[in-house]
């Protein structure tokens, strides 16, 4: 009996040690995992987040709870840049939002794991606004009818997913 309580504390300490390791290589703080967008945890997928007043929908790839927080986590597994790219700022910023909105719980920042480097984001109040202002101008852009495209990069319009149906594309 004492073999067989010393043999499950040990598989229980190797659980443990195991899961720690796989949360830091993911780039994920401590605290509890309590969404996941990734399969690498063996969980189902999760519902997207979902706000219809903003019209906003996102699937961050983890959301850990820590200390009365959310934080959404995105991670990246293309090249590590210097610092993190604005349309990753941006993404983040809206699994913020989501979070605020869905869950009532304002995050003060978000995290952004390249494979080389993790940013952490502070969720200010100024992101806030600048991320609602692009998405109002999205809103706007969708509502166009008429829309002239930028042809200045021949490689981008190639492989341009509207090319089919643009009359400006390039021959």
Not at 26 to 40: E, H, K, N, Q
Not at 101 to 107: A, E, L, T
Request: hydrophobic share 40%; aromatic share 10%.
């Amino acid at each position: 009996m004492l073999y067989l309580s010393l043999a499950l504390l040990i598989l229980a300490l190797l659980f443990f040690w195991q899961s720690s390791r796989q949360q830091k290589s993911a780039g994920l703080p401590g605290g509890r995992v309590i969404y996941t967008d990734t399969r690498a945890w063996g969980s189902r997928l999760e519902q997207p987040l979902f706000d219809a007043k903003l019209g906003l929908t996102g699937k961050p790839d983890y959301l850990v709870e820590q200390k009365g927080q959310i934080i959404p986590i995105e991670v990246k597994s293309g090249r590590t840049p210097e610092a993190p790219y604005d349309s990753h700022i941006y993404q983040l910023a809206a699994y913020c939002l989501l979070v605020d909105k869905i869950y009532g719980k304002r995050p003060p920042y978000g995290i952004i794991h390249y494979p080389a480097k993790t940013f952490a984001v502070d969720y200010t109040p100024a992101l806030e606004v600048s991320l609602l202002d692009l998405l109002a101008e999205m809103r706007r852009d969708d509502t166009r009818t008429k829309v002239d495209c930028s042809h200045a990069e021949p490689a981008r319009c190639v492989k341009c997913g509207f090319r089919n149906v643009c009359e400006q594309k390039l021959a």
